[in-house]
T-cell receptor, first 116, second 113 residues
């Protein structure tokens, strides 16, 4: 079946521009995560949705970052007034809800954001 | 807050050599542990995971990892690497029944013919 998809795959923004990054999770996956991966680093958690509810946004670095999942499926990560330190790969992951041994997060290909 | 340390940032091996990548985490409670791999140009994929039970976990492509609770470690091993194992490897932990993953900084493995 189809995996997690993200668009666009690459985005170049001028400093100060707003950007919107889209994530289509695996159909039926209740949980959706956004991670930020800076060059040479591991992914860092940004925010988590369970269906349409944003249950954890503790990783969002500033109030310029905003995420939504209005219908519990597709999610959008919006960054306002982009700055150079926002340059990174933004990863989306989805999973079934649960604490059992079948728990796994499935990752999308990421959106590489470059702010010039 | 929990953290994950991967001590080897770059590893270069010849084909057929044995591999061990270190991973240590800092968290005193219940943990679930994961190794993810990212092949060049591809997205993150799960290699293996530990939840409970036998501390020696076997994953895909001949990889295995051992959970040693007393050492807070979850090292990844493979007896004989292949050129196709060239990739970046990430250790990750899920703690306390939560949902988010905390990742290490990754280890870039290059296997030479």
């Amino acid at each position: 079946g189809a995996g997690v998809s993200q668009s666009p795959r690459y985005k170049v923004a001028k400093r100060g521009q707003d950007v919107a990054l889209r994530c289509d999770p695996i159909s039926g996956h209740v949980s959706l995560f956004w991670y930020q991966q800076a060059l040479g680093q591991g992914p860092e958690f940004l925010t988590y949705f369970q269906n349409e509810a944003q249950l954890d946004k503790s990783g969002l670095p500033s109030d310029r970052f905003f995420a939504e999942r209005p219908e519990g499926s597709v999610s959008t990560l919006k960054i306002q007034r982009t700055q150079q330190e926002d340059s990174a790969v933004y990863l989306c992951a989805s999973s079934l809800l649960g604490l059992g041994v079948d728990y796994e997060q499935y990752f999308g290909p990421g959106t590489r954001l470059t702010v010039t | 807050a929990q953290s994950v340390s991967q001590h080897n940032h770059h590893v270069i091996l010849s084909e057929a050599a044995s591999l061990e990548l270190g991973c240590n985490y800092s968290y005193g409670g219940t943990v679930n542990l994961f190794w993810y791999v990212q092949y060049p140009g591809q997205h993150l994929q799960l290699l293996l995971k530990y939840f409970s039970g036998d501390p020696l976990v076997k994953g895909i492509k001949g990889f295995e990892a051992e959970f040693i609770k007393s050492k807070f470690s979850f090292n990844l091993r493979k007896p004989s690497v292949q050129w196709s194992d060239t990739a970046e490897y990430f250790c990750a932990v899920r703690t306390g029944g939560g949902n988010k993953l905390t990742f290490g900084t990754g280890t870039q493995l290059k296997v030479e013919l």
